[in-house]
């Protein structure tokens, strides 16, 4: 019996991930781009699984029930796999990462060996029918299911968590070496992650249900519903990700804790370089300071300067250079009438959604709350 809906979802999905790969053939192969592509494979075999149920396809060919399995265990991986490549300047993925992730399906095989090799076609498909299956065979696949399941849900979750400390990671490392950080953040992630972690949560808690023979309203209706959204946003964003420089990624993880190599009078000497520079100067003014031109305006390392800004300062270059911008801002605010677009401007962001955000983080309320507030008490 073929249920419509999903059916209809399903084969939309799969459209879209092969068009997506298409595109992406077309590209370079850099490798943001060879990641993606593989993810993008294993979800087109994920969708086709679900689309075999859904489609009543099953009942010509039993024998390929659950053959996806081992291969959706490797969309937790392959989706850190892909924010590896776009967001770590690391050239090189940890191979303890790769045995983990390679580790997924053999668990998977290993648990299916009985349902492979135990269980005829023939009893398969009478499986799905709870007047003609066998209760010791029902036995086998429920446990079998159940295995798999949770060790889809503990490998998702695991690389899920890896790949949100990589994007932290990466703003933090693009914040101590830019000012300008928006076309390099790559912020449209975390969200996605977001998505896709309740996505594949509802997806391991509707296959389980499924298994059990449990239904409810929603059963086949809003979990398709939700990955269709999902891998039509996240397909989108994917695309329109320009593949970032080794520069624009920041500087490769360096391990352990950096040690202290100046002595107080040394990163005293700099800070009060660093002042003068803002102040004096007004570097802040350039909305694409970096940290290697403040090292070559005043003559310091850029090590010795972030050591500065993180041991003595307690701060970052990000946040260094908008205390300034955000106090320039300040000035123009109370001392003048210009929109706050232009104010946002002049003293050196590129947005004004950025100018915003770090404004009211900064102050405490929004540039034009501020400046209401200022001509109110004076």
């Known amino acids: 019996m073929v249920n419509v809906f999903p059916t209809v979802l399903y084969s939309c999905m799969i459209g879209m991930a092969f068009i997506a790969l298409l595109d992406l053939f077309n590209r370079g192969k850099e490798r943001q781009n060879l990641f993606l592509k593989g ?32 291969f959706r265990i490797l969309m937790g991986p392959a989706l850190f796999f892909y924010a590896h490549a776009t967001m770590s300047a690391d050239k090189k993925i940890d191979k303890k990462y790769w045995l983990m992730a390679l580790s997924g399906p053999a668990l998977v095989v290993i648990v299916m060996l009985p349902f492979l090799f135990m269980i005829t076609p023939a009893e398969k498909l009478a499986l799905a029918n ?47 070496r830019f000012s300008d950080i928006e076309q390099r953040s790559v912020d449209w992630f975390k969200p996605i992650l977001v998505i896709w972690g309740a996505v594949w949560c509802m997806f391991a808690i509707e296959f389980t249900l499924n298994a059990l023979g449990w239904r409810w309203f929603g059963t086949g209706r809003l979990l398709p519903a939700l990955e269709v959204v999902a891998l039509a946003i996240f397909i989108q964003k994917a695309l329109s990700q320009k593949v970032l420089s080794h520069v624009d ?45 403040l090292s070559e305006e005043i003559r310091e390392s850029e090590n010795h300067i972030s050591e500065t800004f993180s041991q003595h300062l307690n701060t970052n270059f990000f946040q260094f250079v908008n205390g300034f911008r955000i106090e320039a801002a300040k000035t123009a605010l109370t001392e003048t009438t210009k929109q706050v677009t232009i104010i946002a401007f002049e003293v050196g962001f590129n947005s ?27």
Not at 45 to 60: D, M, P, Q, R
Not at 130 to 154: K, M, Q
Not at 364 to 377: I, T
Request: glycine share 4%.
């Open 249 to 293: 990624k920041g500087v490769p993880k360096t391990q352990g804790t950096r040690t202290a190599l100046l002595s107080e009078d040394k990163m005293q000497s700099i800070a009060n370089k660093l002042r003068h520079a803002m102040q004096s100067e007004q570097l802040f003014l350039d909305e694409s300071l970096s940290l290697k031109r």
């Open 130 to 176: 709870p007047a003609t299956r066998d209760p010791e065979l029902w036995r086998i696949s429920i446990l079998t299911c159940s295995i798999v399941t949770t060790l889809f849900i503990i490998y998702t979750a695991y690389f899920l968590l890896l790949a949100f400390q990589l994007h932290r990671a990466h703003n933090q490392q693009l914040m101590e």
């Open 352 to 378: 004004k959604s950025t100018f915003n955000t770090a404004f009211k983080k900064i102050v405490g309320q929004s540039p034009s709350v501020y400046r209401k507030s200022f001509l109110e008490n004076n």
């Open 39 to 70: 993810l993008l494979l294993l979800l087109v075999i994920h969708l086709a699984g679900e689309l075999f149920i859904y489609s009543g396809a099953y009942v010509y060919a039993p024998e390929l029930a659950g053959l996806q399995f081992p």
